[in-house]
């Protein structure tokens, strides 16, 4: 393998945000995705953490920054210095929860505030193996779907494993995609601007070593 | 997909991983016997660790064979159209989790922690990668670090930290090339001679015009290159900065900005941890009738704050720390005014058990109130042998205290991060009732962490800021060059007082001493500068931005060690307090130096004189 560049270990690297109200399960979702596990009564997340998963699209490595925010409102302030450089966000509402679907609005409406506008959404109804429970209907996801011009809606259930590994490959899937087409190169340096970190998000590594100077 | 087997490099077994247990009631050290291995891939090169009675060995490729997603970082092949829904993993052991691979390239740096000498104990190394992430700490039980940094070294070139011994970081080829390119340019055009000889004057006359390419391009190299001194890049970083805002300029030359940068502090004192206060230690603070000698208090308050009380003490300790009792009054007095409490309590709590279905049908805000509760008493502190299993009775009296404090203070209502408050008030009181009111005592000092505009969260970042920039003015000035200055980091540690970082019975310990007093009221923030104080080297020689810092602090969790946390900050204390005259008004401010009022009294006690 390549040894001259010290970062050759991914392709593309992008950051992808859950959010939504609390208790609608982001951690559970991110957890099954990570590690393949469930935890039942994991703990409330309180400020934001994320995680690395590893994929290969199209043969190219690509590499998620998966960002898991506490869902308490007034927190948002604190954790939305985390997500504003977003390549992708996961809207979450359990399918049980009336309530966390009515709140999506509000959290859209954070999302057009903080994040880039080509950000790719992703509308995700947790809990689907609760359906006896089942309060907000399918064709209420699609419809939020289509209001907001999200690249999907998709049903989830972390603790059955359904759909959470596909939501975030098709995300991934798209922002490789995506990036590939040009269209990103806003973000990208908008990613680059907010972003100053040693890990720079938002696309190829080597493109950045061409267009901003270090 | 044979080619994810690999050509194992290294294999050591005896390679054990310490779990220190967030969960159980009494703290444990568990060893997790494993077996490291450095791996040669198709896709790089892998360091990965396997719990013992696992498959080690090509677990990666039964990954990719089934699609499964099992904890590892190893790139995997996706096919999103088809995917659309995947078996459910097998059983894992409860240790699966830990299991890792890391690819070298990934790899930042590494903790390679010797046992003492002349002490028990294993070589230890814990790897740091560049995203800020710490894997499990790794135990050589059966032999030395060497073979694995010696194997290592084949791949990635190391270089022990000059600053931090037992940090061992990975160099980064391109960083060291900038850095020679650098000197080239230092030669060349001396303007970075004369910068770093007096950046001041030099920025002030020559660099203004291209103050714009210094900041963007060569600052963060000086920053990365071990050239300067650090005294010099932090003035560099600071003059350029006053330089762009005449205001701030005069400020800085005016005030005591620049001195209050270079302040030197006193040498930290060495300051001892002792043992818990006994219950005959803490009857002897007390008159014949029972209550607290006044004259004695300040000397109590510190044995509690050196030591915390012995786990017996603390269902009638907790009471006085936190304001429920009285400590002038009598026992017989006290227990009359916990029988009016009671009352009380049982009042409000009727207030909301006695609301009927069809009443809650047209109270809205009620009812999503109750579902906030519900939610996170169900996920609270559940690894804990007291809330666990179903239909738990100690988690129906969570719900009930926290409820009956929504009536206590509806204006407030719920907010996440009351219920890690409250359960270890109910664990040690055992009933609803004293945990009710110690709890009202707890929120009486966190209160404002949970207001909606969460000013007093920015407050106490913004105060930790100021109050590094003094204990630690490099790591201040790192952070501000790395835009995290505003601490968000930190907003774990102070929402919830550390209750997210250590084991139960830690947090336990540490409360009982914040709520002392002292030997400041806001000594939290000394122990938040503390802890980020042993972070420095690492944080820094990382070259960790924004998204590391924050990684590297939330992984930290669960491996503090709380007495260092405790004797650091209080050496940080007593070396503040030593030069209380030279700190801005702002430091003393925070810490309340020199407020004689505050020193010695044991707070909430109403009959206080």
């Known amino acids: 393998m390549n040894r001259e560049d010290g970062d050759d270990s991914f392709d593309y690297l992008f950051k992808v945000v859950l959010i939504g109200d609390m208790g609608v399960g982001k951690t559970c979702v991110v957890q099954r995705f990570r590690n393949g596990t469930?935890?039942?009564?994991?703990?409330?997340?309180?400020?934001?953490?994320?995680?690395?998963?590893?994929?290969?699209?199209?043969?190219?490595?690509?590499?998620?920054?998966?960002?898991?925010?506490?869902?308490?409102?007034?927190?948002?302030?604190?954790?939305?210095?985390?997500?504003?450089?977003?390549?992708?966000?996961?809207?979450?509402?359990?399918?049980?929860?009336?309530?966390?679907?009515?709140?999506?609005?509000?959290?859209?409406?954070?999302?057009?505030?903080?994040?880039?506008?080509?950000?790719?959404?992703?509308?995700?109804?947790t809990k689907a193996d609760l359906e006896s429970e089942r309060i907000v209907q399918v064709e209420d996801g699609e419809q939020l779907q289509r209001r907001h011009g999200m690249l999907t809606f998709i049903e989830t259930s972390a603790k059955e494993?359904?759909?959470?590994?596909?939501?975030?490959?098709?995300?991934?899937?798209?922002?490789?995609?995506?990036?590939?087409?040009?269209?990103?190169?806003?973000?990208?340096?908008?990613?680059?601007?907010?972003?100053?970190?040693?890990?720079?998000?938002?696309?190829?590594?080597?493109?950045?070593?061409?267009?901003?100077?270090? | 997909m044979k080619r994810a087997r690999g050509i194992v490099a290294l294999r050591i077994p005896g390679v054990s991983a310490r779990l220190t247990d967030d969960g159980d009631d009494q703290p444990t050290d568990e060893y997790i016997p494993g077996t490291l291995a450095i791996v040669e891939k198709a896709t790089g090169v892998f360091i990965e660790w396997t719990p013992q009675g696992e498959d080690e060995c090509g677990w990666v490729l039964a990954d990719e064979d089934s699609g499964h997603t099992i904890p590892s970082l190893s790139p995997k092949p996706v096919d999103a159209s088809s995917s659309s829904s995947l078996p459910s993993s097998g059983p894992l052991s409860p240790h699966s989790r830990l299991r890792f691979s890391v690819d070298v390239n990934d790899l930042s740096s590494f903790k390679n922690v010797e046992p003492k000498k002349g002490k028990k104990g294993h070589p230890c190394i814990r790897l740091i990668a560049k995203d800020g992430t710490n894997y499990v700490p790794l135990y050589f039980l059966t032999q030395s670090t060497k073979d694995f940094i010696d194997v290592l070294q084949r791949y990635v070139t190391l270089r022990r930290s000059a600053r931090e011994h037992q940090l061992v970081l990975v160099v980064d080829e391109k960083a060291e090339a900038l850095a020679q390119s650098l000197s080239t340019l230092d030669q060349n055009g001396d303007i970075m001679g004369r910068f770093m000889h007096n950046p001041y004057a030099t920025a002030m006359t020559g660099l203004s015009k291209i103050t714009t390419f210094v900041q963007d391009q060569v600052i963060p190299a000086i920053l990365d290159s071990d050239a300067v001194s650090q005294e010099e890049k932090i003035r560099a970083m600071r003059e350029l900065r006053t330089e762009t805002d005449d205001t701030r300029l005069k400020i800085s030359r005016e005030a005591d900005f620049e001195v209050v940068t270079q302040l030197e502090l006193p040498p930290r004192p060495d300051i001892f941890r002792e043992s818990p206060v006994t219950q005959a230690v803490w009857s002897s603070f007390k008159h014949s009738d029972g209550s607290f000698d006044q004259a004695k208090s300040h000397h109590m308050m510190m044995n509690v704050f050196r030591g915390g009380v012995e786990t017996?003490?603390?269902?009638?300790?907790?009471?006085?720390?936190?304001?429920?009792?009285?400590?002038?009054?009598?026992?017989?007095?006290?227990?009359?005014?916990?029988?009016?409490?009671?009352?009380?309590?049982?009042?409000?709590?009727?207030?909301?058990?006695?609301?009927?279905?069809?009443?809650?049908?047209?109270?809205?805000?009620?009812?999503?109130?109750?579902?906030?509760?519900?939610?996170?008493?169900?996920?609270?502190?559940?690894?804990?042998?007291?809330f666990a299993g179903d239909d738990n009775p100690n988690l129906a009296m969570l719900h009930n205290v926290l409820m009956t404090y929504c009536m206590y203070d509806f204006d407030l209502g719920y907010v996440q991060g009351m219920s890690d408050f409250c359960s270890p008030l109910l664990y040690v009181m055992g009933n609803e009732c004293d945990a009710f009111w110690c709890f009202v005592g707890f929120m009486q000092r966190v209160h404002a962490n949970f207001e909606k505009d969460q000013t007093a969260i920015k407050v106490q970042l913004n105060q930790l800021r100021d109050l590094l920039m003094i204990v630690n003015p490099k790591l201040a000035n790192y952070l501000e060059s790395h835009d995290s200055d505003d601490m968000y980091f930190c907003f774990r540690w102070l929402i919830v007082w550390f209750k997210r970082e250590f084991s139960f019975e830690d947090t336990c310990k540490l409360w009982e001493v914040l709520w002392t007093c002292?030997?400041?009221?806001?000594?939290?923030?000394?122990?938040?500068?503390?802890?980020?104080?042993?972070?420095?080297?690492?944080?820094?020689?990382?070259?960790?931005?924004?998204?590391?810092?924050?990684?590297?602090?939330?992984?930290?969790?669960?491996?503090?060690?709380?007495?260092?946390?405790?004797?650091?900050?209080?050496?940080?204390?007593?070396?503040?307090?030593?030069?209380?005259?030279?700190?801005?008004?702002?430091?003393c401010e925070h810490l309340a130096l020199g407020d004689k009022s505050v020193v010695g009294t044991p707070s909430g006690d109403e009959d206080d004189e």
Not at chain 1, 97 to 115: G, N, T
Not at chain 1, 179 to 197: F, T, W
């Open chain 2, 312 to 386: 017996e003490l603390r269902k009638e300790a907790w009471k006085y720390l936190l304001g429920y009792y009285e400590w002038s009054k009598t026992p017989a007095e006290n227990e009359k005014k916990r029988a009016k409490l009671e009352k009380d309590y049982l009042r409000m709590k009727g207030q909301w058990t006695s609301i009927s279905e069809d009443q809650e049908s047209r109270f809205a805000k009620y009812v999503v109130r109750k579902a906030l509760v519900e939610k996170d008493v169900a996920r609270t502190d559940r690894t804990l042998k007291f």
């Open chain 1, 38 to 125: 469930f935890v039942d009564r994991q703990g409330t997340t309180i400020g934001v953490d994320f995680t690395m998963k590893s994929l290969i699209v199209d043969g190219k490595r690509v590499k998620l920054q998966i960002w898991d925010t506490g869902g308490q409102e007034r927190f948002r302030t604190i954790t939305q210095s985390y997500y504003r450089s977003a390549n992708g966000i996961v809207l979450c509402y359990d399918i049980t929860c009336k309530q966390s679907y009515e709140s999506l609005e509000r959290w859209i409406d954070d999302v057009s505030k903080f994040a880039a506008p080509n950000v790719v959404k992703v509308v995700v109804g």
């Open chain 2, 518 to 587: 002292q030997p400041c009221p806001n000594f939290l923030l000394l122990i938040c500068a503390a802890t980020l104080d042993r972070q420095t080297e690492t944080i820094i020689e990382n070259k960790f931005g924004l998204t590391e810092i924050l990684k590297h602090v939330n992984d930290l969790s669960m491996h503090h060690d709380l007495d260092e946390m405790l004797t650091s900050a209080e050496a940080i204390f007593h070396q503040l307090s030593a030069s209380q005259d030279k700190l801005p008004m702002h430091i």
């Open chain 1, 161 to 214: 494993n359904t759909n959470v590994d596909k939501t975030f490959y098709r995300l991934a899937e798209t922002l490789k995609r995506q990036h590939d087409a040009g269209m990103s190169i806003e973000s990208q340096i908008e990613g680059i601007r907010l972003n100053s970190g040693s890990t720079p998000v938002g696309g190829l590594w080597q493109k950045y070593e061409s267009c901003c100077r270090y």
